[in-house]
């Protein structure tokens, strides 16, 4: 088994934490990228931006950034590969100051670290020296470097296949373990609901206001009593749900004080599941109570409250078969580095969501992170070693 320059790529993993990059902000952490990918042998023309970021719907600095690597030696003419990961952090990790610590990368800012998935990057520049320092035998590859996914799988939904080459297979790099091989994953809806209700002095007329807060709670209540709240389990299937932000458009707080009623209010929320048929029941059934409760709130006159509900599904579930290439690929490339393949599925969602329906199927690999987007983050150095052996034997196999 090839042993990589474990030294170097420990370096790379700090360079690049140190840079910062959140979802829709990875100008920076391209541009570092690109440079370590160029000091280690890539030809700058190998290197390019697609504009992706021309269709995703957020403000987004700059395109997925996708290599192309000719095959080498005895495997050249192989079928091709797709390396992936993303560049992007979460908002929390912005400032954040790595430090070596013992087998450990921790984070000496208040901040969380990026280890999501700056490993991931670390791990794919890594795999392009050792194949290129030592003219390792490997088939043609593309490695992808998205962008946005933390915000929502962005990257990956609206690249352009034809980018990538004609990659019959991909390896996925963000996760903790190495020896985990991730062959499916959960489905989305990420949806918002504006409540429009009607302004009075709390204190003189509250009768002639509409409370859009009172909406949102009349609704929630009938949402958890249906069981549609949290973790849900219907005769359908299995599923999970959630509110997240609730305030105005601007991102401050709904309403503008104690002696108003509520006139306006935005909440944001979701539903997963690993059958599209449940997240799209909790859905409905989140639009239902809403539609319901506003109904149900009036002023003096009868007027009922108003909402406009809109969803959309921000990627499909996903479950790739045992015997499929893809998945054997990964479990030999696992064997080979002397761990135990751990085959499972993810309650999150991932790039690997779309590739396959880009028609690339996907799994995916960790390489160390632990307590994502937490203040406590910090990056195993073992496990990100072993993701970074585990790469060379995926191309390599």
Known sequence: MHAIDSSAAVARLMRFLAVPGITGEEKLIAKDIAA?????????????????HTRIPLPTQ??????????????????????????DTVPLCAGAKPKLSGKKIVNTADTALGGDNRTGCAVL????????????????LTLLFTVREESGLFGARFLNPADLGDAKVGFNFDGRSAG???????????WEVEIFGKASHAGVAPERGISSTLILALALAEVRAGGWWGKVSKPLGEGTSNVGPVGNKAGGAAGDATNVVTDYLLAKGES???????????????KAAFEAAAAAVTDHAGTPGKVKFHARTDYFPFRLKENTP??????????????TPNLRVANGGLDANWMGKHGIPTV??????????????WVDLGEFDAGCRLAVAAATG
């Open 36 to 52: 370590a990918l160029k000091e280690v042998g890539v030809p700058a023309k190998a290197i390019k931006h697609d504009d992706a």
């Open 62 to 87: 700059t395109g997925n950034l996708i290599v192309q690597l000719p095959g080498q030696g005895a495997l050249k003419d192989a079928p091709r590969k797709l390396f992936m990961t993303h560049m």
């Open 125 to 140: 520049v890594t795999l392009a020296a050792e194949l290129i320092q030592h003219k390792l035998p490997h088939p043609p």
């Open 180 to 190: 985990d091989v991730i062959i499916g994953a959960v489905g989305a809806d990420r």
């Open 272 to 286: 997963r599941s690993h059958d599209p048929r449940v997240f799209k029941a909790i859905t409905a059934a989140y």
């Open 326 to 339: 893809a998945v054997k690929a990964a479990a030999a490339a696992v064997s080979a580095i002397g761990r």
């Open 364 to 377: 995916t690999f960790g390489a160390g992170q632990n307590d994502i987007h937490t203040v406590n983050e």
